[in-house]
Nanobody, 122 residues
Framework: QVQLVESGGGLVQAGGSLRLSCAAS????????MGWLRQSPGKEREFVAV????????DYADSVKGRFTISRDNAKNTVYLQMNSLKPEDTAVYYC???????????????WGQGTQVTVSS
């Protein structure tokens, strides 16, 4: 019912920036909170950021707070993650997610994208 496709990942040096996009389709898109999660080879999947259906109720993981900015444009059915001051530990596959905000925060999103790779080099 809701499909999510991530884009914008790539290779960047430490201190650089990337902007991820998530294109969504489905009649219930605007009813869901949207968020981003990530998973690196040596770690479990972790929460990154979430934004409510109206653009409020924004929350970030402590590890990215002050560096990442999440936003959404419901008219374009798109969610963004602006990532600045990237660190090597940010290297991961980043997944777009949709569902109740608290569920996303607790890694229980209803819908998931297939992910986009972000690699930060030293």
């Amino acid at each position: 019912q809701v499909q999510l496709v991530e884009s914008g990942g790539g290779l960047v040096q430490a201190g650089g920036s990337l902007r991820l996009s998530c294109a969504a389709s489905g009649r219930t898109f605007s009813s869901y909170a949207m968020g981003w999660l990530r998973q690196s080879p040596g770690k479990e999947r972790e929460f990154v950021a979430v934004i409510g259906w109206s653009g409020g109720s924004i929350d970030y993981a402590d590890s990215v707070k002050g560096r990442f900015t999440i936003s959404r444009d419901n008219a374009k059915n798109t969610v963004y993650l602006q990532m600045n001051s990237l660190k090597p530990e940010d290297t991961a596959v980043y997944y777009c997610a949709a569902g109740p905000g608290l569920s996303i925060r607790n890694l229980r999103a209803v819908y998931w994208g297939q992910g986009t790779q972000v690699t930060v080099s030293s």
